[in-house]
């Protein structure tokens, strides 16, 4: 509390300095095991945390790499005669836009789990294009 007894608010992760991936790999590192225990909820969603591994399989087989999303709410949007339908908004997608979404296998020292990688992830992976992802997936 401040001496007007109001709360101190914790500013926004927005608003904080942003760190490089450097940085953000040496920060919470736990193993496979220890992220999959975690009880996900509101106050931790945006946690990150790094373990190290090895990327054992890319599944590109079942969901392809990418889907098309809405520009408004970026969720999936399916298509409906000739158009794109966004059914979270309940309306038509005039602009419908690509958007990563990678499967990857990783095997760690404490086991293996599935990670779903979204654009903003994809993103940030060093050196490695959209097709060097599916040349590996396929080699």
Do not use: H
Request: neutral net charge; hydrophobic residues 35%.
């Amino acid at each position: 509390m401040v001496e007007n007894n109001q709360p101190i608010v914790q500013i926004p992760k927005q608003f904080k300095p942003q760190m490089t991936i450097q940085e953000e790999m040496n920060i919470n590192i736990r193993t496979i095991s220890e992220i999959t225990k975690i009880m996900w909820d509101s106050d931790n969603e945006e946690t990150i945390f790094t373990f190290q591994g090895k990327i054992i399989n890319i599944d590109i087989d079942n969901s392809g790499c990418y889907f098309v999303s809405c520009e408004v709410c970026r969720k999936k949007v399916k298509l409906r005669d000739e158009f794109f339908w966004c059914n979270n908004c309940n309306k038509k997608a005039c602009f419908p836009i690509p958007r990563y979404r990678i499967q990857l296998k990783v095997e760690g020292s404490s086991g293996m789990a599935t990670f779903i990688l979204f654009d903003s992830e994809v993103e940030k992976l060093p050196n490695i294009s959209a097709k060097d992802l599916l040349n590996k997936s396929l080699e």
